[in-house]
């Protein structure tokens, strides 16, 4: 069984999940990730420009959340904290299948009855969570 670890930021860092590219005009879109395969549950900023997304998250293996790219570093720890028993949920009911064409996510019902769960308690958090 996976078992659900966090990845803290730096406490001395204000916004660790605000990252600005020069020459654009706006922040990085930020996320809580879920890697399904390791347990493993952080924060991080999209490296990509546009809309680009890896392989892993295409096919679901690892689940990402938008969050405000503003959110404290308390505040991201303490959201962080607060999802990892419905994050374990997802992690428990998820299973790497074969679609015919690639290696894809499956999550039973409980998994994505907590999915949904962690959608609703993000969109409660909006921008209270700079």
């Known amino acids: 069984m996976t078992m659900i670890s966090i990845i803290k930021p730096a406490i001395n860092v204000k916004r660790p999940l605000y990252h600005k590219y020069p020459?654009?005009?706006?922040?990085?879109?930020?996320?809580?990730?879920?890697?399904?395969?390791?347990?493993?549950?952080?924060?991080?900023?999209?490296?990509?420009?546009?809309?680009?997304?890896?392989?892993?998250?295409?096919?679901?293996?690892?689940?990402?959340?938008?969050v405000s790219a503003s959110i404290s570093s308390e505040s991201l720890t303490e959201l962080l904290y607060k999802l990892a028993s419905i994050a374990q949920r997802i992690v428990d009911g998820y299973e790497d299948v074969w679609d015919g064409r690639n290696r894809v996510a499956q999550l039973d019902s409980d998994a994505q009855a907590a999915e949904d769960e962690i959608v609703g308690i993000l969109a409660d958090y909006g921008e209270d969570v700079v």
């Open 23 to 66: 020459a654009q005009s706006s922040p990085q879109p930020a996320y809580i990730e879920l890697n399904c395969e390791s347990g493993l549950l952080t924060g991080n900023w999209n490296g990509e420009i546009g809309n680009a997304v890896p392989f892993s998250v295409y096919h679901g293996h690892h689940r990402r959340w938008e």
